[in-house]
């Protein structure tokens, strides 16, 4: 019998979140194939299977935690089986027998009751006719079948002492209360605890102040059309936004060094590079994967890697490498609606760029009202180790670097 254990998967990384079971109990798994998925504080990462075999046995579920080294599945080691003899690889005690015809895994009972569905509603695909956990999350989703009315379990609710005589506050009927007052209640997810902690972090340990600036995006807009097919045919990429930006960030550190320092104690860290890290809307919520050394990147190198990234957010596939680190963030709240915002400094970073919607706007210049796209722009810094003039001069900088961006070279 193979145990399968949570491996390392990084040097601070203690505990994982199961995802989700790529195999049921019952199913074969090739060697090297997907067995799991996981997520870290960090990112979410598949476990392979080490060995070819059965699927035995599942310790941990979806949802559930579990610690490095911990056994979360048993496999029983053999070559790809014979459909036909699949049945017999499976310790009877662990498969579920609904009728004459329909073998029921462990996990598609309980997701069976849960619907209050049963077996012979949902078409088996799994080996020698076993019903499989994906075939009823098919089913579900294909006919839209919701949940009926749940209640908390008790365990779940808060345990208050009883008071006798207590006169209640609030009046009461015997009407019926219309509507669905069911509630769901699921275990926050690693790195939504991760994500929580260190703004807790930074709001607590770090003097955050934030001041703003807005920027007329018309000359970058109007470049961008005027190169847009040059450079993508040259470069095999689209020209977007954020390379401008990583560009203008990249000129303001370099002015304003405390911006891209840290905190160590005592000590001031001043870098002499530039990771910046890119927030990102992933599959599980917003990573910021790091673009390393972005002082010495092109325009193309840019949005390639932010492309690259991009797609590995979508699929959970980002690595905790391309997670760790950063010497400063840009935040583009701007691409779901937001028009003003404070973004929160990810620690040990002294500062965060937020960039929110364009909208056109009247503005004066040359004495006259104009209508003009523009784009408010905000940096959240340290106040420990950035000063106000320092801070409102990083993002003079940024303005003027977009308004005038023929200084940036453009590799078309």
Request: proline share 6%.
């Amino acid at each position: 019998m193979i145990e399968i254990k949570v491996p390392e998967l990084g040097e601070s990384i203690q505990e994982v979140q199961i995802l989700q079971w790529l195999k049921a109990e019952g199913d074969y798994v090739a060697r090297d194939e997907d067995l799991v998925e996981v997520e870290t504080e960090k990112a979410s990462q598949v476990i392979p299977a080490p060995e070819g075999g059965i699927v035995q046995s599942i310790s941990a579920q979806d949802g559930q935690f579990a610690k490095v080294g911990d056994v979360i599945a048993k496999l029983e080691k053999s070559e790809q089986p014979d459909l036909a003899k699949t049945g017999s690889a499976v310790n009877p005690a662990e498969t579920v027998q609904a009728n004459g015809s329909i073998l029921v895994m462990p996990a598609a009972e309980r997701v069976l009751a849960e619907y209050e569905l049963s077996a012979e509603q949902v078409t088996a695909t799994g080996p020698s006719g076993r019903l499989l956990k994906e075939d009823v999350l098919a089913y579900i989703k294909e006919n839209g079948i919701e949940k009926g009315n749940q209640t908390v379990p008790p365990k779940s609710r808060s345990k208050s002492p009883t008071v006798q005589n207590e006169t209640p506050k609030v009046a009461t009927t015997n009407r019926p209360i219309p509507g669905d007052r069911s509630e769901e209640v699921k275990p926050m997810s690693m790195i939504r605890r991760t994500i929580a902690g260190r703004l807790v972090e930074a709001q607590q340990t770090a003097a955050l102040l934030t001041t703003f600036n807005e920027i007329n995006m018309e000359p970058v807009m109007s470049l961008r059309k005027k190169y847009k097919e040059a450079f993508l045919e040259k470069h095999g990429v689209k020209l977007g936004f954020m390379s401008f930006f990583a560009k203008a960030v990249v000129e303001a550190l370099s002015r304003f060094p405390a911006i891209n320092a840290e905190i160590r104690g005592n000590d001031i860290v001043y870098r002499q590079y530039k990771d910046i890290g890119i927030a990102i809307g992933g599959g599980k919520g917003l990573v910021v994967p790091v673009l390393r050394n972005c002082e010495g990147l092109s325009f193309a190198q840019i949005e390639t890697e932010i492309g690259v990234l991009g797609q590995k957010a979508q699929g959970n596939k980002l690595t905790p490498a391309e997670l760790e680190g950063g010497t400063f963030t840009i935040s583009n709240g701007g691409v779901y609606g937001s028009l003003l915002s404070t973004p929160i400094v990810n620690p040990p970073q002294s500062g965060i760029l937020g960039l929110h919607s364009i909208q056109e706007r009247p503005i004066a210049e040359n004495g006259q009202v104009v209508i003009k796209p523009m784009m408010y722009v905000a940096l959240t810094y340290d106040h420990r180790i950035v000063d106000g003039r320092e801070a409102v001069l990083f993002l003079k900088t940024i303005k003027e670097v977009l308004e005038e961006p023929a200084r940036l070279f453009l590799e078309v």
